[in-house]
């Protein structure tokens, strides 16, 4: 995942250290030095940027309180700024990237301001290294746009059984799919877990669930087709406490936000179930809609979390960066093949980590 | 359907509309417009890069030819690199053929597979379906039930789990003349089933192989496109999915990269949801130029001649009976929104609420227009009081919903005097081509 728009960044990245650095240079030949200490030894720094990694992992460590005030507090004895008009083209390079990564408009807008307010007017002590700025300027940006992300089990533990996760999303995302590949993890983690055939519209829909269950060894409760879905999931609801059950998923079918009476029927089965958590799933593979209707769902019928699928389509990935910034939920699976077992938690730091680590 | 791409590319040309020079600076303004509305659509980066530096190139370079004003000369430049974008028009045959279906998963091979083949069976031709998805569980039972709703055959077999051998024998098996091969969703990077799809191409020796869409898909649509070109060459595009608020410009970039065009649209879970494509009325309505065509089209296939007279109704002679009518034929006709989009409005506003009515209320209104005598339904000035409260009583319903179903009536009133009004601005300038004369 994310594999292009790591290449990106790394180019970007070195644009941009390459800017700062002749900056950098710039400044130390002239009026940004600070008088009280001799420029030869800065400016033979800067030529030789390369060995200055300690600091940078101890500058890692602190990322915490943002980017911004750290630089601040770290700056006593030398300093010098970046402007904006240096990095504009380097910043113009990653709008492109993140837009091909499918990174809807808004969020890459955000992205972009962040790492601007970040970078430009900014104080750097000149001893540090030019790369530690820039990757804690692009991680903190990214991560404020991801969030903290969230363990599943951990969750499933904290609430009182049955735990009930109601699936919903637009139509042809893998909802059903995905109802199948979470209980298999789940029941792998050792839970026990139960089905709702919620999707009673799409025909074929009910079999396919069905099958899916059959093979996983897991009971569906299933309706007639057309059947009300709030009745079946409440059926299922009933049959995992009679039956000291862990977990129910709930499949529902596919919907447009722009159908009213569809987000009602959703807001209906919502009410009749009170899940315990709603996830939202939409694929890798969307472009700007995936911000639009992520909001509509999120405003309709709430939302909990995301889980991604078809990752393996579009190894990009810039969908999960749009759907988090615009709902600001986390994502806690993506779904990368066909396979019960193509299916992984999302950690937002280990990945943006990933996507920032050295060469692409 | 259109929603927003329309919106922006509209605003930005009147924003051109309102400029009083059209020099270098209005033009640059005019493309970062443009620019910004196709990114939003979806469409391909490097597309919108190209198409547009060649908007502003001719638009500075080129001279308008006498008697048009540089004002439209860069419409019709914009205009026509739209049209361009997204592609020629594909002539659909009547006659004996075989289509194979290709598509990534979840994009809606197999809804719009039975869309297309009632679309072939009203033309009256007889068609058969090969269900040679053997991969996702339910996706025979699916197709099945689908094909038995518009009585088409239907050949599969759930328990079979090579593609290759089903459609083998659906070939042999089906007689018809139009033959659909639905295949099990799949994309680029999954060799085994690209070579599986090659195969079935080869051994269908498809007249037809088109490529479904999804209508949100994004920046990744050009390539997977380009992957399943190699493979089958592509001949057609079919965007789904319509009916939400995504764009399509992630499908456009596939057909610029596959040289093919829009074959259908999809939009709605309905079998009946299938429109034909043509990209000049696509464009015009993109740009608010109307599409009378295709308006008359709908018109024509779903409503029966006393039904609505359109023209009466444009005329402002809109009583509460053309209404009846109206929401009668919404059903048949798809949402009220679907259908203004059709008309020229322009830059025309159309008030949100006129067009935001739920099926819910629909059928309310339609009940409560039950309990008025015809006099009222021909003659709404007579609402009083007292008729109010009897309508109110006959119907069942309350004072203030009646009360509100008569607001409702003024504001569409309303609504069609000014669509009569509308042709203004950007309307009378696109006229000056020639498009609606």
Redesign the interface.
């Known amino acids: 995942m994310f594999k292009a728009l790591k290449e990106k960044l790394f180019s970007v990245r070195q644009r941009l250290e390459t800017t700062i650095e002749e900056q950098k240079l710039d400044s130390d030949l002239t009026i940004h030095s600070a008088p009280s200490q001799g420029s030869p030894e800065p400016s033979a720094l800067s030529e030789s940027p390369a060995p200055t990694p300690p600091p940078r992992e101890s500058e890692r460590e602190k990322k915490a309180p943002g980017f911004a005030q750290k630089v601040v507090s770290l700056v006593r004895d030398r300093e010098f700024i970046i402007a904006a008009k240096d990095i504009e083209d380097s910043l113009s390079d990653l709008e ?1 990237g993140l ?4 990174v809807a ?1 808004s969020a890459t807008d955000a992205i972009l301001t962040r790492v601007r307010e970040d970078l430009t007017g900014s104080k750097r002590k000149i001893g540090t290294s030019v790369d530690a700025v820039i990757t804690n300027a692009l991680s903190d940006a990214l991560l404020s746009v991801l969030g903290e992300g969230v363990n599943i089990l951990d969750f499933i533990a904290s609430r009182e059984k049955p735990v009930k996760i109601l699936f919903t999303g ?5 909802k059903t799919t995905s109802v199948a590949k979470v209980a298999h993890y789940l029941t792998n983690h050792g839970l026990t877990v139960a089905i709702g055939a919620g999707d009673t ?12 269950g059959e093979r996983l060894g897991l009971k569906v409760i299933q309706h007639q087709e057309g059947s009300d879905p709030s009745a079946v999931l409440f059926d299922t609801v009933q049959y995992a406490k009679a039956h000291n059950i862990d977990i129910v998923l709930g499949d529902t079918a596919g919907r ?3 159908r ?2 569809l987000m009602n029927q959703l807001a209906k089965i919502r009410r009749v179930i009170q899940p315990d958590l709603i996830v939202y799933v939409d ?1 890798a ?6 911000v ?2 992520a909001e ?1 769902f999120s405003k309709s019928v709430g939302m909990d979390a995301v889980m991604l699928t ?1 990752v ?3 190894p ?1 990935g ?2 999960a960066i749009s759907i988090a910034h615009a709902v600001g939920k986390p994502l806690i699976f993506i779904g990368t093949g ?1 396979g019960y077992d193509d299916i992984m938690p999302f950690e937002p730091k280990a990945i943006v980590a990933d996507l920032l680590a050295g060469e692409a | 359907m259109l929603g927003n791409l329309g919106t922006n590319l509209k605003d930005a040309l009147k924003k051109l509309a309102g400029k009083t020079v059209i020099d270098r600076v209005a033009v640059e303004e005019l493309v970062k417009d443009l620019q910004r509305a196709l990114l939003q659509a979806d469409v391909n980066v490097k597309q919108v890069m190209q198409l547009s530096q060649t908007i502003k190139k001719r638009s500075l370079e080129e001279e308008p030819p006498k008697g048009v004003t540089a004002r439209e000369h860069v419409l019709k430049i914009v205009y026509e690199e739209l049209v361009h974008l997204v592609g020629g028009k594909v002539d659909v045959q009547l006659g004996r053929q075989t289509i194979l279906m290709a598509g990534l998963q979840g994009s809606g091979k197999t809804t719009t597979t039975a869309k297309i083949a009632r679309y072939f069976k009203k033309k009256g031709l007889r068609v058969g379906v090969i269900c040679a998805d053997t991969f996702r569980p339910g996706a025979y039972t699916q197709i099945k039930t689908l094909c038995d709703r518009v009585q088409v055959n239907c050949f599969g077999n759930p328990k079979e789990t090579d593609a290759r051998k089903i459609v083998a024998e659906g070939l042999q098996h089906l007689k018809d003349e139009v033959i659909i091969v639905d295949t099990q969703g799949r994309h680029a990077l999954e060799d085994e089933l690209i070579q599986e799809i090659i195969d079935l191409n080869e051994m269908t020796h498809a007249t037809h192989r088109w490529l479904v869409l999804d209508a949100a898909l994004g920046q990744q649509a050009r390539e997977q496109a380009r992957r399943f070109h190699e493979a089958v060459q592509i001949d057609g595009v079919i965007i789904t999915k319509m009916d939400g608020t995504a764009k399509g410009g992630g499908a456009l970039s596939a057909v610029s990269e596959t040289g093919s065009g829009i074959v259908f649209i999809g939009a709605g879970e309905t079998i009946e949801d299938l429109e034909w494509f043509d990209p000049d009325s696509f464009i015009s309505r993109l740009l608010g130029m109307g599409d009378l065509k295709a308006l008359a089209e709908k018109v024509q296939e779903s409503i029966k001649e006393d039904d609505i007279d359109v023209n009466a109704m444009l005329s402002g002679k809109f009583t509460l009976r053309d209404m009846y009518k109206q929401l009668e034929a919404v059903n048949k006709m798809g949402p009220l929104k679907q259908v203004l989009s059709m008309l020229p409005l322009g830059g025309m506003e159309v008030p949100a609420e006129a067009v935001d009515v739920t099926s819910v209320k629909m059928e309310r209104y339609r009940i409560i227009m039950d309990s008025m005598t015809s006099t009222e339904l021909d003659d709404p000035a007579v609402l009083n009081g007292s008729r109010v409260q009897r309508i109110a009583m006959g119907a069942g319903a309350t004072l203030e919903e009646v009360r509100e179903l008569i607001k409702y009536y003024k504001m569409m009133k309303r609504t069609f005097k000014n669509l009569k009004g509308g042709e203004k601005g950007m309307q009378r300038l696109m006229k000056k081509f020639g498009r609606f004369s």
Do not use: C, Y
């Open positions: 492109i837009l091909e990564s499918d408009f637009v139509n042809g995302t893998g519209f799409r025909a074929g829909a009910i079999e396919q669930i069905d099958v899916h447009f936000h722009n009213v009476n694929e593979v969307a472009g700007n809609d995936a639009i209707r509509e078809k393996d389509m579009d990009k810039g969908a066909q």
